[in-house]
């Protein structure tokens, strides 16, 4: 079992910036984050947001592209997501995620097995 230690969220205000890290146990192939915006049901599909493959190529949803960077530090054994520019409807609940294989559907929260808690992130004006 992966053990991780999810870090940073919080508030901030249009266009500003918050960082969010998770050092996990034992790396995985392919890492990302996900998130649940309030609105939605609780069950209802994760959106993904980056996602970041042990070969070192990314993904983004295009909601966050030139917005958000992914990135991973192996020495370190943990994964960033720095969010700048952020919006209101950057509001959600955001959680690592982790696979040993690549899923296919990068961006679709069911095809991957490895979960962490998460932690809030609120974006007002």
């Known amino acids: 079992q992966v053990k991780l230690v999810e870090s940073g969220g919080g508030s901030a205000q249009v266009g500003g910036s918050l960082m969010l890290s998770c050092e996990y146990s034992?790396?995985?192939?392919?890492m990302g984050w996900f998130r649940q915006a309030p609105r939605k049901a609780p069950g209802q599909e994760r959106e993904?947001?980056?996602?970041?493959?042990?070969?070192?190529?990314t993904t983004y949803a295009d909601c966050v592209k030139g917005r958000f960077t992914i990135s991973q530090d192996n020495a370190k054994n943990t994964l960033y997501l720095q969010m700048d520019n952020l919006k209101p409807e950057d509001t959600a609940f955001y959680c690592w995620a982790a696979d040993r294989v690549p899923p296919r559907r990068r961006l679709w929260g069911g095809g991957w097995n490895y979960w962490g808690q998460g932690t809030q992130v609120t974006v007002s004006s």
């Open positions: 993904g947001v980056a996602v970041i493959d042990g070969d070192g190529s």
């Open positions: 034992e790396t995985l192939y392919s």
